[in-house]
């Protein structure tokens, strides 16, 4: 049962999660770097050569995992009915 709820409840907060990242820390980040809200923008191109590397696009997954990671934890650690379900009944 909690490994159901795990996989329903995780898929709801990973879309969740990317819309708050898309839609408010991309555009705040992106205000402070200079992006016009567009982390996936931001890019280092090696000097003299055609290497380009996305850290933009890298930064925003960091932000994701961090985020879903969080409020994963928060849901199926710290709330007791949900922690609860799987224990056997004495």
Do not use: Q
């Not at 050569?49 to 994701?64: D, E, K, Q, R």
């Amino acid at each position: 049962m909690g490994l159901a709820i795990g996989i329903i409840v995780g898929g709801a907060v990973t879309n969740l999660v990317n819309a708050i990242v898309t839609n408010f820390f991309n555009p705040l980040i992106g205000v402070i770097t200079g992006a016009a809200g567009n982390l996936n923008s931001l890019v280092y191109k090696v000097p003299f050569t055609n290497i380009v590397f996305g850290w933009g696009a890298l930064l925003s997954a960091i932000i994701n995992f961090i985020l879903i990671l969080f409020v994963v934890y928060f849901i199926f650690m710290k709330l007791p009915f949900i922690r609860d379900m799987d224990k056997k009944k004495e």
